[in-house]
């Protein structure tokens, strides 16, 4: 009978071992990694560990009540979907009395400001542009006080504005007319801000007595505060006030620029548009859901300086299947790919043929882009992340694209993805804070795992001699392996190292030593039969393999198991000890088994006192070859 593959050509598993530790390594030191090379090799620690970030979110409601208990642990499921998106990095999110929700993330540097984002996203048609940046609002009693024209809203219509879909320009196209995909470019940092650090100034109002009237009577309140003059001064503007050639006008609207962003948030979409006073930075700090009626025009500005009046919104989130952060391998940018459900994609072909071909002159001239077609915005919350012109009727799938990287790309697609919440959330208070157990108790854990493996090697190197270098050995690619891993998943999927996962890790030594065992024990039993070592070796590989396989798949369906039901830090221990278990396997087939192919062919192997094999040998020695050979059956 030939002997088994493995032990002919045992060169090509400690080959592909070899390979295997070469990509590990350079992705260790090289994808996603910065910093020093000691930084290189540090894995993401868990809360425990080293601390981290604490957010409380308040929800708010219209009324200002309390918030249904429904929605509540509806939003606290979203958000922990958000940032725990794998569910290995380890992240708590709890509900804090009947309103709030705390967020705890590891690490010292993770910006939490986004994760109570509504993230409402809406597809609106641009409709008109200008000036968001205040710069023609200061009242100017005479012209030579105005500023500079070209700040005034005819310069909106010229150049400047069409930098921001430049780029989107040659994007959309790409979905030509009548298929392929669409693309939305975005080119600022795409970190929406639709609630950035909303003042103190100008949350009180809202919080304290406007949340608790209804919209007619906000409005009417704004209304008595700017006072009646005013109001019927902005009510007849026909488009965004000129101070420049009315100077009195300036005088006569300056009550406005005193509203809150509260305040702000119930004005007439006209009047937001048309009123210089009104910048893009109150309407940046409106209460979050201030925009999210899908069939009213609203204004929004994109980068803090453009201005838009948006239509009313046809493709909503809702209309969104998937959400995805990839590589354009073409561009080599990040982007967030969006696939449509069906009725949604029905309607995102409808709105690109409106925009395209501009129906009914919808958008004025000021909107159109370089190509003289309508530009379609994304809305996230109460900003636009993205208006791009639509260059084609597109049926295809879309991309946002612009100033991506990894991190943001994912964080966007994780919002879209997840839904929005069902709650608007203000940020009450974020903090760093120390770790709970310490670095001491990581040097425990460490310290506790460092013990374990020694005693496995003595007691092996006691007991099998020189077998016990293969365990030796062994151990020590299995744990290089698992730190390799541990530092590329931190970065990849965000995996946390926690206390649970070291016990994970230590609860896997168990399961190694048990293969070892059950190996060398078999290749005891075929040397006591006759067999000499060479011929023993891939006869008890050849039995043991099928009971460490079983052995091991019943580990890793266990932690599988424990993954899926469990919440937390038991979820860490789960996928750390089916980490270890699988990098064990991998050990098995690639080191253990090529290795002690290579062992049995020396000298050293044949040795009673040297291999470990004493008993069994000698057993095999004494055997009187008179007697029969007992006999066994052949397993299956």
């Not at 030191?29 to 868990?46: N, T, V, Y």
């Not at 429904?70 to 990095?89: D, F, K, W």
């Not at 940092?189 to 919209?215: I, K, R």
């Not at 590329?488 to 190694?512: D, E, H, N």
Request: hydrophobic share 45%.
């Amino acid at each position: 009978m030939a002997p088994p593959q493995g032990q002919m050509r045992p060169g090509r598993q400690l080959i592909v071992l070899g390979l295997i530790f070469a990509v590990l390594y350079l992705m260790v030191f090289f994808a996603g990694a910065s910093g020093s090379w000691q930084d290189r090799l540090e894995p993401r620690l868990g809360l425990d560990l080293v601390g981290g970030t604490r957010m409380t979110l308040e929800a708010t409601t219209e009324d200002g009540g309390v918030p249904p208990s429904e929605s509540l642990e509806e939003a606290r499921q979203i958000i922990e979907a958000r940032v725990n998106g794998l569910g290995v990095s380890e992240a708590e999110v709890v509900t804090e009395g009947n309103r709030n929700i705390v967020v705890l993330l590891p690490g010292q540097n993770r910006d939490l400001n986004e994760i109570g984002d509504a993230a409402e996203l809406r597809f609106r048609k641009l409709l008109k542009m200008t000036d968001g940046s205040g710069a023609s609002a200061a009242p100017a009693p005479t012209a030579t006080a105005a500023p500079d024209p070209s700040a005034g809203p005819d310069a909106s219509a010229g150049p400047e504005p069409s930098g921001s879909p430049d780029a989107a320009a040659g994007s959309p196209s790409a979905g030509g007319s009548g298929g392929g995909q669409g693309v939305l470019a975005q080119d600022a940092t795409p970190t929406p801000t639709a609630t950035p650090s909303p003042s103190a100034e100008a949350e009180p109002p809202a919080d304290a007595g406007q949340n608790a009237l209804t919209p007619e009577q906000q409005l009417a309140a704004v209304r008595q505060k700017v006072g009646e003059a005013a109001w019927t001064a902005a009510e007849g503007l026909q488009g965004p006030a000129d101070f420049t050639q009315d100077p009195a006008l300036a005088e006569t609207l300056k009550p406005f620029a005193d509203l809150t962003p509260a305040e702000v948030r119930v004005l007439p979409p006209t009047m937001q548009f048309n009123l210089p006073m009104v910048t893009c930075d109150k309407l940046d700090r409106r209460t979050p859901g201030s925009i999210k009626a899908p069939d009213q025009q609203v204004v929004a500005c994109e980068q803090g300086q453009m201005k838009y009046l948006l239509d009313v919104a046809k493709v909503l989130g809702t209309d969104v299947d998937d959400a995805t952060a990839v590589l354009d391998q073409t561009t080599s940018q990040w982007v967030v790919s969006l696939d449509f459900t069906g009725d949604g994609q029905r309607k995102w072909t409808d709105l690109t043929r409106e925009a395209f071909n501009n129906e009914g002159q919808a958008c004025d001239a000021s909107a159109l882009g370089d190509q003289s077609k309508c530009r379609v915005a994304v809305v996230l919350d109460n900003t636009v992340i993205s208006a791009p012109e639509i260059q084609g009727v597109l049926t295809g799938d879309s991309q946002i694209t612009g100033s991506f990287n990894n991190r943001t790309a994912s964080e966007l697609a994780s919002q879209l993805r997840y839904g929005a919440l069902p709650l608007t959330f203000t940020p009450q208070e974020a903090q760093s804070i120390t770790a709970t157990l310490g670095t001491e108790y990581l040097r425990a854990g460490l310290l506790a795992a460092g013990i374990g493996m020694l005693l496995v090697i003595v007691y092996a190197f006691f007991y099998y001699r020189l077998l016990g270098s293969v365990i030796f050995l062994s151990l020590i690619l299995s744990a290089l392996l698992v730190y390799g891993a541990l530092i590329v998943l931190g970065r990849q999927i965000g995996f946390t190292l926690t206390l649970a996962g070291i016990a994970g890790f230590i609860v896997s030594l168990g399961v190694a030593a048990d293969s070892f065992v059950i190996y060398f024990e078999r290749l005891k039993d075929e040397i006591r039969e006759g067999r000499s070592p060479r011929s023993a070796v891939p006869r008890a590989w050849v039995r043991a393999r099928r009971t460490i396989i079983s052995a091991n798949a019943i580990s890793i369906m266990a932690a599988v198991v424990l993954y899926i039901v469990s919440v937390g830090t038991v979820q860490g221990f789960a996928f750390a000890l089916g980490l270890a278990t699988i990098l064990d396997l991998v050990v098995v087939f690639l080191f253990r088994h090529p290795i002690m192919t290579l062992f049995a062919r020396t000298p050293a192997f044949l040795s009673p006192r040297v291999s470990g094999l004493g008993r069994a040998l000698e057993q095999s020695d004494d055997r009187d070859d008179s007697q029969p050979r007992k006999t066994r059956l052949k397993e299956a």
